[in-house]
């Protein structure tokens, strides 16, 4: 990976996080409402009901609480104000785009966090954290980014703690129309780039754990059907893959291997 094309994909992320506006207030139920709304009911978005799994599954490993948490790559940092209100005894908070960072810190010392929560422009192929730093670190949609990075894997292990967690939320590619759906794309300016199980568990060897759950196979398709009109038949295809998928892992779990929104579970 060439610096040139990381510093374009850099500024891909600047303007896109480029504001005129102050960022409004972060508060716990406003983030929780918007975990809280599967799309197949015909609210929030289609990537938070998956966000709302992800939290639970965290919470069933022990949750943030009393914890020291890293926020890879926080955007605006949304998620790592959450986490310090509601019981993280630390967050940092870290992201290449030093526009979302710059706007991100604003918002932490206005809502009087900025003795809990520390957010700070870093590239994740060099973290600035000592070794052995973080209880708990978790990622949104943000490996399909910096996979291609070295030393990604090995950063994360190095700053957490013997046997701390790193949870992560994305979208995999070995689901079979994602994978032909990236065939299609192809290289895209924000230099995304399509990720699988098997390249994780090989990239993430070093952790004593690697372990990664599919959580949609034919509701998969919701990044798609997400896009039509709002209304009854969108609501009720949306019920309809949701269910099947429920009912076809319950009868059989492997079917998992192949979902797209998936939970990685990396254990140091
Ligand atoms: C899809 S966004 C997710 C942001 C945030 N986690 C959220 O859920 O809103 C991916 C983020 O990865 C960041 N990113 C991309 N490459 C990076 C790198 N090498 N180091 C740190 N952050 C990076 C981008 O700036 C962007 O904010």
Not at 13 to 30: A, C, K
Not at 37 to 66: K, M, T, V
Not at 95 to 119: F, N, P, S
Request: glycine share 10%; proline share 5%.
């Amino acid at each position: 990976m060439s610096e040139g094309k990381k510093q374009s994909e850099k500024d891909y992320h600047e303007s896109f996080y480029q504001r005129d506006e102050p960022l409004p207030e972060i508060t716990v139920e406003g983030v929780e409402r918007n975990l809280l709304r599967p799309c197949y009911e015909g609210n929030g978005d289609h990537y938070s009901e998956n966000r709302g799994a992800f939290h639970q599954l965290i919470r069933r490993y022990g949750g943030w609480e009393g914890k020291r948490v890293l926020d890879y790559a926080c955007g605006f940092g949304d998620f790592a104000v959450y986490y310090g209100l509601t019981g993280a005894a630390r967050v940092d908070g870290f992201d290449i785009a030093e526009t979302a960072i710059e706007l991100a810190r604003e918002r932490v010392e206005r809502q009087g966090l900025a003795d809990r929560v520390h957010l700070e422009p870093m590239d994740a192929s060099a973290l600035r954290y000592e070794d052995d730093s973080f209880d708990l670190l978790i990622g949104h949609g943000v490996i399909h980014h910096v996979i291609k990075y070295p030393h990604i894997f090995e950063e994360m292990h190095r700053v957490l703690r013997p046997g701390a967690r790193a949870f992560f939320v994305e979208g995999l590619a070995d689901f079979p129309l994602w994978k032909l759906h990236w065939k299609i794309k192809g290289e895209v300016p924000e230099g995304d780039v399509p990720i699988f199980a098997s390249e994780i568990r090989e990239k993430a060897a070093h952790f004593s754990d690697v372990h990664v759950e599919g959580d949609t196979f034919f509701h998969s398709a919701k990044r798609w059907i997400w896009r039509a009109k709002p209304g009854p038949l969108r609501r009720g295809i949306l019920r309809t893959t949701h269910g099947i998928d429920r009912a076809l892992f319950r009868v059989f779990p492997p079917l998992r291997r192949w979902g797209s929104f998936s939970y990685l579970v990396l254990t140091k």
